[in-house]
């Protein structure tokens, strides 16, 4: 007779505390180990959950986030790995795949509040809110008229690139402001009646009479470097571009000389280049951009769904369903 042995879970020693009671009743014994435990090197899954990345980006990456990377990387034999975030193009994630693993993303758990700070980025832009900041800090009285008055979004024509969960959710939300929306995705599925739809290599033919060019795509071979210099320069010299992608989704230095040269009314920039933003970025100083430090999936409900998606996945895992 053959004993089953425990699934042996490799998380942070702050998640198990919170995780512990919901993996009750699931039929098999589970033992949740740590970095530093000896028994994490037998780990069959490994959780990571958003206080492991911390303030950790996939460029640099701080010595608590590098502890637990490291614990993953000496995993004999690791099944499973699942992460809070939305995308996976951390270099972890790519070695632990290639290693045979499963690794899986907590989709649907933030795009609510990606969207809804996208959304806040370019009402703030619309709305002209960093020329009211600056008066404010010199207490100067500078009411919205004449050349500085905003244009009435109702009417105008925003392009969103990609239409997962995210860029669905900020499609639905820019047609209840009133706004024409269009849309490049990976396919020519057209994205809802009324709403034109091209491929990412036609997104070029929907620029001209684009207002907001809104990006909410997944970073990939083909999306790298898709908002080149040229697709800027086809953009009209209001118009405004939202990121809350991945960095490389634009040519970042192409972006700062459109902003520079007026070639361009502003960007809501969530994500970047290289991450921290490097202190000496011209974007930091630019009047018409507004700079957020990857900031737009963060909200205190956020560790609660992506531990629902993690506990639904392993019971899935555990069937032999995932």
Known sequence: ?????????????????????????????????????????????????????????????????ERFYAALRATQGLQWLHVHSAGLDRDVYQEMRQRGARVTASHGASDAVVAQMAITGLLALARRLPLLMQAQQRHAWEPLLDDRMPRDLQGQRAVVVGWGGIGQRIGHLLQALGLEVSVARHGDTPAGDGIRTVRYDGLRELLPDTSWLVLACPLTDTTRGLVSAGMLAALPAHACLVNVARGHVVDEPALIQALQAGRLGGAFLDVFHHEPLPAASPLWDLDNVIVSPHSAGFSDGNAVRVRQIFVANLKRWLQGCL
């Open 1 to 65: 007779m053959t004993t089953e042995q425990p699934l042996r879970i490799l998380c942070s020693e702050r998640e198990a505390r919170t995780l512990a009671p919901g993996l009750q009743g699931l039929g098999r014994d589970i033992v949740l180990c740590h970095p530093g435990d000896p028994q994490s090197v037998q780990a069959d899954v490994a959780f990571i959950s958003r206080d492991i990345t911390g303030r950790s980006t996939k460029f640099e990456i701080l010595p608590d986030t």
